[in-house]
């Protein structure tokens, strides 16, 4: 026998069915949207985190050099005795001492860092920069990051005559998808007249 599909219990029925898998199909792909928005928020959260930590990086070298500088004034020597003429580039870290200090003595307990030539340091290039909790960013120990830093030094003759040099510290660092980006600082500094 056949049943009689014209009653309205058995329509209703199927429309029921029709409408849960309606629902259901509603329901996951507003879940999938949220779910892509998230996967969308952390990715560029982590982006944003990349540049909030350049941006110290690049300042941190910037401040490096100018106590380099003050350095060498406290101790009556030229400020910029450390720096090649024309244009170089370094490396520079809180958690070294001045090339002509004994590493294992700083009699004035004055730590401004060190000057490092990357053809020194790392003969491929460029160093990238490793992270302590205990000494912050450096050159020697911690964990290894996807940073590197470059302070660029130019008293070429294109620098205007009444500064002393150009100081430029640029951070780049690799992204997620290989890319790389980059925050670079400039600044002037003066010879005192």
């Given at each position: 026998?056949?049943?009689?599909?014209?009653?309205?219990?058995?329509?209703?029925?199927?429309?029921?069915?029709?409408?849960?898998?309606?629902?259901?199909?509603?329901?996951?792909?507003?879940?999938?949207?949220?779910?892509?928005?998230?996967?969308?928020?952390?990715?560029?959260?982590?982006?944003?985190?990349?540049?909030?930590?350049?941006?110290?990086?690049?300042?941190?070298?910037?401040?490096?050099?100018?106590?380099?500088?003050?350095?060498?004034?406290?101790?009556?020597?030229?400020?910029?005795?450390?720096?090649?003429s024309g244009n170089s580039s370094y490396e520079v870290s809180y958690s070294t001492e001045l090339e002509e200090d004994d590493p294992?003595?700083?009699?004035?307990?004055?730590?401004?860092?060190?000057?490092?030539?990357?053809?020194?340091?790392?003969?491929?290039?460029?160093?990238?920069?490793?992270?302590?909790?205990?000494?912050?960013?450096?050159?020697?120990?911690?964990?290894?990051?996807?940073?590197?830093?470059v302070i660029e030094i130019d008293s070429s003759p294109g620098v205007p005559a009444s500064a002393a040099f150009r100081v430029t510290s640029r951070v780049y660092w690799i992204t997620k998808g290989g890319g790389?980006?980059?925050?670079?600082?400039?600044?002037?500094?003066?010879?005192?007249?």
């Amino acid at each position: 026998m056949d049943k009689d599909l014209s009653s309205p219990n058995q329509r209703r029925s199927g429309q029921a069915l029709v409408e849960a898998v309606v629902a259901l199909s509603a329901l996951t792909i507003s879940y999938l949207g949220i779910l892509s928005l998230l996967n969308r928020s952390v990715g560029t959260s982590r982006v944003i985190a990349d540049q909030n930590i350049a941006a110290y990086l690049s300042m941190e070298g910037m401040e490096i050099v100018k106590n380099l500088v003050d350095a060498n004034f406290m101790r009556g020597e030229p400020f910029d005795k450390d720096f090649g003429s024309g244009n170089s580039s370094y490396e520079v870290s809180y958690s070294t001492e001045l090339e002509e200090d004994d590493p294992g003595a700083d009699p004035d307990n004055f730590n401004p860092g060190r000057l490092v030539n990357p053809s020194r340091a790392c003969p491929q290039g460029p160093c990238s920069l490793r992270y302590d909790p205990a000494l912050g960013y450096n050159y020697t120990t911690g964990a290894p990051t996807p940073f590197f830093r470059v302070i660029e030094i130019d008293s070429s003759p294109g620098v205007p005559a009444s500064a002393a040099f150009r100081v430029t510290s640029r951070v780049y660092w690799i992204t997620k998808g290989g890319g790389t980006s980059e925050v670079r600082l400039q600044n002037y500094f003066f010879r005192k007249s």
